[in-house]
């Protein structure tokens, strides 16, 4: 089994700054690709930012020049570097990781969410 454990949520003023991090612990072969989804109150659950093993990031243009994605393989950790932050980007974000197990194959997990909440 792997766990994800996130931290750095919480509430912000608009043009705040927030930095999650997620931590993957567990009987790991290797990380694959890590990111970030959020869901907001009534909405479904959306793409924030993605990245690969060898650092190639995706992201939904909604967050593009706003939020960075990273990550520290060794650490098996990934962040959300989060600036001008707006009311919009209030929701629960949660850690993903495509991990991949001794036994050769590949699952997909979630952290628990955390709460960033953007209002003046």
């Known amino acids: 089994q792997v766990q994800l454990v996130e931290s750095g949520g919480g509430l912000v003023q608009p043009g705040g700054s927030l930095r999650l991090s997620c931590a993957a612990s567990?009987?790991?072969?290797?990380?694959?690709?890590m990111g970030w989804y959020r869901q907001a109150p009534g909405k479904q659950r959306e793409l924030v930012a993605t990245i690969t093993r060898d650092g190639t990031t995706n992201s939904a243009p909604s967050v593009k020049g706003r939020f960075t994605i990273s990550r520290d393989n060794a650490k098996k950790t990934v962040y959300l570097q989060m600036n001008s932050l707006k009311p919009e980007d209030t929701a629960v974000y949660y850690c993903y990781c495509n991990a991949k197990l001794i036994s050769l194959r590949s699952y997909d997990y979630w952290g628990q969410g955390t709460q960033v909440t953007v209002s003046s």
């Open positions: 567990g009987v790991i072969f290797s990380l694959n690709a």
